[in-house]
């Protein structure tokens, strides 16, 4: 991820210090809903770094019903913000709801937040739609001399929103996910270095690939992540990488190929007399 800039971390560090005492004084006085979508809007001024007056939009209207806030960059609409008491517990149906607010604005990412934790989702638009946790924290928890405490902030900051931090953090969390890392053992490339080092580390076994891929798939390799929908989607992505290389190997090689077939024309030869002749 890149690095926070100076006058961004020196904003996140004084305002993390600023807004502890106030939330934990809200939490212990169990302030309602409406009171925490307050603090939630000044915490997305003062530290997230967005203008309140233009940049976050208070009960954001979506066929007939609302969300309780939405940021906007320039006009346009980057996440929803679903906000409940501070004292309330988080829970899968909040952010079903909120999930369902960004489907029907084609919005990719949603906080749930009752101030104190802080969900980020993304949308997963299939049929049914659906969402990934992507990252959570709690506020009251975060110290400001923690560089990765600091960057998770920064990712849903302006500055890192301008930047696509988040869309990289996701990015890379995806890549060293278990469902992607097991997939990826199960690849022919993967199964054939493990087949020669088998060969090299004992002479007289010949493993195949189809044993290799069967001890990995049922005694290396735990069930729950080569199935379901996230293994699934995993091999999805990882086949779909393959294509886009072989793809692009075949599109090289038939330039190299149109190329070779051109044929070379002489370049010009200069006579004594210094007129130019063509061989």
Known sequence: MPSIPKRVEERLVATIKRFQPILTSAKARDIGEADTVTIVKDMLAEIYG???????????????????????????????????????????????????????QGVEWVILTNAVSWRIYRVIFGKPIDNELVLEYDFLSLNPKTEQHLEWIFLTCKEGWIKSVLGEYHEQKQALSRF?????????????????????LSPDARPTSDEIRTVLASEV???????GEKADEARRRISRHAAKVLRAKNASAE?????AAVPEVAAPVPSDTGTVENG
């Open 180 to 200: 992607c890392i097991g997939a990826l053992l199960l690849t022919d490339t993967i199964v054939d270095t493990i087949r020669r080092e088998l060969r090299r």
């Open 221 to 227: 390799v735990k069930r729950d992540v080569l199935e």
């Open 50 to 104: 967005y203008d309140k007056y233009t940049d976050v939009t208070s009960e954001f209207a979506i066929r007939g019903t609302y969300c309780d806030l939405a940021t906007k960059i320039d006009g346009k609409l980057q996440k929803l913000i679903e906000v409940k008491a501070i004292g309330t517990e988080l829970k899968d149906p909040h952010v079903k709801q909120a999930v369902d607010y960004a489907a029907n």
């Open 255 to 259: 330039t190299l190929g149109t190329a």
